[in-house]
C-alpha cells in the first residue's frame, strides 16, 4: 500500500484522536461493492506500518474510536470546567498576573514618577499631565492656553528632560 492513502476516499469525517491513540483506521473503496479497510500505525522502528483488516475488526475499531471521542467530549465539557482553579486560570492565561514584588516595585516606581512631576514648574507640570495622562495634542493644548504649538512641545519636552534628571 502506497504511503501516501488517498484519505478523500474515506466518507468517514476527520476526527480528533486522544494523544495516546497510536493507530488510524480508513477505508478506500467504501461506496463500492469491495471496499478495503487498512490500519495504519508506526512500528518500534518508527516505520509506519498499513495492513488491510476485515471490515468487523475495523467496525470495532471505529466503534472505540467514537467511545474514546464520546470520552474527550466529556472531559473537555465537563472535567476541565469543574476544575477551574487560580492555578488551572493561570496557566491559560494570555498574560500572566504579576506578582507581589512587581506589584510592589510598579507601584514605588509611580511614587518616584508623581513626586518628581511635582517638582516641575507649574506651566510644564500643567502641560506634560494634560498630554499625558489626559490625552490631548499639542493643537489642543495650545487652543486650551492660547497660544502656538511650539511653545506648548517645548514646554513638554523640557519637562521629560527634568523628570529624567530628578530620576536618575
Do not use: W
Not at 497510536?22 to 471496499?35: K, L, N, W
Amino acid at each position: 500500500m502506497d504511503k501516501h492513502y488517498p484519505k478523500s476516499s474515506d466518507p468517514r469525517p476527520k476526527r480528533r484522536r486522544s494523544k495516546d491513540n497510536p493507530y488510524e483506521i480508513y477505508s478506500i473503496g467504501a461506496q463500492t461493492d469491495q471496499p478495503h479497510y487498512y490500519i495504519a500505525f508506526t512500528d518500534s522502528t518508527g516505520v509506519r506500518q498499513e495492513l488491510e483488516i476485515d471490515e468487523s475488526l475495523f467496525d470495532v475499531l471505529d466503534r472505540f474510536e467514537l467511545d474514546d471521542l464520546s470520552f474527550l467530549n466529556e472531559v473537555d465539557n465537563h472535567y476541565e470546567r469543574s476544575e477551574l482553579t487560580e492555578a488551572s486560570l493561570n496557566a491559560r492565561a494570555f498574560e500572566l498576573p504579576e506578582t507581589v514584588e512587581e506589584t510592589v516595585m510598579q507601584r514605588d516606581e509611580n511614587e518616584r514618577l508623581h513626586r518628581a512631576i511635582a517638582m516641575l514648574p507649574e506651566k510644564q507640570r500643567k502641560r506634560l499631565t494634560l498630554y499625558y495622562f489626559r490625552g490631548l495634542t499639542y493643537a489642543q493644548i495650545a487652543e486650551k492656553e492660547g497660544c502656538t504649538i511650539m511653545p506648548v512641545k517645548c514646554s513638554i519636552d523640557t519637562a521629560i528632560e527634568n523628570l529624567k534628571k530628578f530620576l536618575s
